[in-house]
């Protein structure tokens, strides 16, 4: 009798204890997936965009607008890499090479955790794409200043779709400053990367405390069972 009354009790003890405080382990990991920086809202002369938007192969916003002078800054999330690398309109999923009387293109590198800004020098379309394997094919591409018929932001998009994983591999060299039509002036600025580490840190910690207490409890708990049933 005693044993059927204190089971209900027991249960959710023995089972913290053994999944290491599952439920407390899921709260802590959503609060983490909440810190992971995002874009804040626009401002007049600043306009943000997410890269890989919610673990996604897209810009968000993946077509914008932008007068000159504007301030487009690209925040990127923490875990898989990706890069904000200018191409053109005739090669999407390639890095717009130095040409003639036109330079290089920009080209932010594979990164996680950091913000790429660059500045809008005039009102002529930038392209740009990701450069990991793979994800240029997939759709992950964008522009700044698309005209509305003709090469448009949906057609660059469908051209790259076409390549798929015909697409060619890129290096990764790092950073490249300067640009055609927007320039940036700074390599990624690592700003992220301390909250992102200190919130893994106290993820982890907690994760662990949460297991101690469950143990420490289920210890206890056992004690004082074992206490009333040696009065029977």
Not at 45 to 62: D, E, I, M, R, T
Not at 204 to 222: D, I, P, W
């Amino acid at each position: 009798m005693l044993t059927a009354f204190l089971l209900p009790f027991l249960l959710p003890v023995l089972t913290a204890a053994q999944y290491g405080g599952a439920a407390y382990s899921s709260t802590v990991s959503t609060t983490a997936a909440l810190a992971v920086p995002t874009a804040p809202a626009n401002t007049a002369g600043f306009v943000n965009v997410n890269v890989g938007f919610q673990g996604k192969l897209v810009y968000s916003p993946a077509n914008i607008s932008a007068p000159v002078g504007t301030i487009v800054t690209f925040y990127f999330p923490s875990g898989l890499a990706h890069s904000v690398t200018q191409s053109s309109f005739a090669a999407p999923c390639t890095y717009l090479a130095a040409s003639g009387n036109t330079s290089a293109g920009f080209d932010s590198g594979l990164q996680t955790a950091v913000q790429f800004s660059i500045n809008i020098t005039d009102n002529q379309p930038i392209w740009f794409h990701c450069k990991q394997v793979q994800h240029c094919g997939l759709g992950m591409v964008g522009s700044i200043n698309a005209p509305a018929t003709g090469n448009t932001f949906a057609a660059f998009q469908s051209a790259a779709l076409a390549l798929g994983s015909s697409e060619t591999t890129e290096t990764d060299n790092g950073p490249v400053t300067g640009g055609v039509h927007g320039v940036a002036t700074a390599k990624p600025a690592n700003t992220a990367s301390a909250a992102a580490s200190a919130t893994g840190s106290s993820s982890s910690s907690s994760s662990g405390s949460t297991k101690v207490v469950a143990s420490a409890c289920l210890a206890l708990f056992v004690a004082a069972v074992a206490g009333l049933l040696a009065q029977f």
